[in-house]
C-alpha cells in the first residue's frame, strides 16, 4: 500500500477530528520479533508517535510521520485479502495514541485474528489485544543532541519525561497476555532493565517470568545486527532471559514490506 499524504502533527491530539487510522504500510510477512516470531501476519502500521528513540527502524512514523487516512472498514477489507495469515501485528509509530484503534482491534477480534499490538508501553487501552508486545524505552534511546537523526535533541526532554509510565506499564501487564521486549544497545542497559522488571514485578497482580522478557539487539541493518546479536545473545543466558532475533532483518535486510 503506497504512503500518501505528508501528516504534520500525529499524536493523541493531532486526530482528534479526523476519522479511521493514519497508516503508514500494511503488508504480510512473518513476525520478525518476540515469543511468535516466524509467524505469517498482516502489518498494519499506524503513523506518529508520542516518543522519538534516536534508533527508531520506522523513522516516517515517528521523526518525519506520513500515511494516509483509512476507515476502519478499508483497513480490515485490506487485512482480509491477505488470506494466508491469522495473525494481525498492529504497530506503528505508536499504535495506542489513537482512540479508532480499539475500534480496529475489537473488528479483527470479530473476524477471528489474533492480535499482537507493539507498543511502547506508555499509553493503556482497553481493546481486544491477544498479545501485548510492550517495548518500554531505556535511557539510552534517548535523541541526545549527538545523536539526533533530524535535528540538535530537541526532543530529548520530551522522550525523557514520557518513556516510562509505570501506570500504563502495569496496566498493560494486568490486562493482557504480555511480553517486555527490550532494546538492547549494549551491556551498560542491563542495570536499567533489571531495576525495571523489579518495578513491573512489585507492581502487577500477575507473575513476570523470565521467559517474558525479551532481550532484543538493537539494529536496523543485518551489519549493525552482526555486531551485537551475540552479546545479546550471552546477556540473555545471563539474565535469565529470553533472546528474540529481529528475522525481517536477518533474512530481508528490513527492505520496506518485510
Ligand atoms: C517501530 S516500533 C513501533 C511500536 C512502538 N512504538 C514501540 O516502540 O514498541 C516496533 C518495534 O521495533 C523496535 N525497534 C525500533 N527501532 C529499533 C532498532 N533500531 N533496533 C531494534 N529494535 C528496534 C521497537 O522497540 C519495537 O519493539
Ligand atoms: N517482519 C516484521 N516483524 C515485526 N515485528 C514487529 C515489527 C514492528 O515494526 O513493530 C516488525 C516489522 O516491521 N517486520
Ligand atoms: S517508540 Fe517506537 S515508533 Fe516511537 S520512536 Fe521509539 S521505536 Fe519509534
Ligand atoms: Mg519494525
Known amino acids: ?58 523513522y516516517h512514523t515517528s521523526w ?3 500515511g494516509a487516512w483509512l476507515s476502519i472498514e478499508d483497513i480490515v477489507d485490506e487485512i482480509l485479502s491477505y488470506d494466508q495469515a491469522d495473525h494481525v501485528v498492529f504497530t506503528g509509530g505508536e499504535p495506542m495514541i489513537h482512540e479508532e484503534s480499539v475500534e480496529l482491534l ?13 507498543t511502547n508501553g ?10 501485548a508486545s510492550i517495548s518500554p524505552k531505556l535511557a539510552s534511546s534517548t535523541p541526545t543532541a549527538e545523536r539526533d537523526p533530524k535535528g540538535d535533541g530537541e526532543w530529548a526532554d520530551r522522550h525523557k519525561q514520557r518513556r516510562i509510565d509505570m501506570d500504563a506499564l502495569t496496566a498493560l501487564v494486568d490486562k493482557y497476555e504480555s511480553q517486555l ?36 539487539p538493537e539494529g536496523m541493518t543485518r551489519e549493525e545486527l552482526d555486531a551485537k546479536r551475540n552479546d545479546v545473545a550471552e546477556l540473555a543466558m545471563e539474565y535469565g532471559y529470553r533472546y528474540t532475533p529481529r528475522l525481517h532483518v536477518d533474512l530481508w535486510n528490513d527492505a520496506p514490506g518485510t
Open 181 to 216: 521486549k527490550f532494546v538492547v544497545t549494549g551491556g551498560d542497559d542491563m542495570v536499567e532493565i533489571e531495576s525495571l522488571v523489579k518495578r513491573v514485578r512489585d507492581a502487577t497482580n500477575t507473575t513476570v517470568p523470565g521467559e517474558d522478557v525479551l532481550l532484543m
Open 64 to 66: 518525519e510521520p506520513t
Open 106 to 118: 475489537d473488528e479483527l477480534a470479530d473476524h477471528g485474528y489474533h492480535t499482537t499490538v507493539e
Open 122 to 131: 506508555t499509553i493503556y487501552r482497553d481493546a481486544a489485544i491477544d498479545l
Open 1 to 58: 500500500m503506497p504512503v500518501a499524504s505528508n501528516v504534520d502533527e500525529l499524536g493523541p491530539e493531532g486526530d482528534a477530528e479526523k476519522e479511521g487510522l493514519p497508516i503508514n504500510e500494511l503488508f504480510c510477512s512473518l513476525q520478525g520479533e518476540g515469543k511468535f516470531a516466524g509467524i505469517p501476519s498482516v502489518f498494519v502500521r499506524t503513523s506518529g508517535c508520542n516518543l522519538r528513540c534516536w534508533f527508531c527502524d520506522s
